[in-house]
């Protein structure tokens, strides 16, 4: 099993969340500790070490090494503001 870490604005991001899709997400991060490459997550285009996987109406952005996942983002499916935030946070 990895170990997790998270940045601030993911962490905060989910605490705005209802009940319902927190769960979501935080199985769907469960179980990237488990296999971070499932088979309904892709590599981001243009980014070559991260990748997303889609829950629900949410994505996660993320990105693993041989013994952590890193949680990078987390926003809505349909907004591009979740990789506005992410070319700011990369530069």
Sequence with gaps: MYKLDITTDALNFTK?????????????????????????SSMLKG????????????????????DTVYVLLIGKRNDDGVYKKLRRKLG
């Excluded at 899709?21 to 309904?40: G, R, V, W, Y």
């Excluded at 070559?48 to 041989?66: A, M, N, Q, T, W």
């Design 16 to 40: 705005s969340l209802p009940a319902k899709q927190f769960k979501q997400i935080f199985t769907a991060i469960m179980e990237l500790l488990k296999n971070p490459s499932p088979h309904d």
């Design 47 to 66: 980014y070559p070490s991260l990748h997303r996987k889609d829950v629900g109406e949410y994505r996660i952005i993320y990105k693993f090494d041989d």
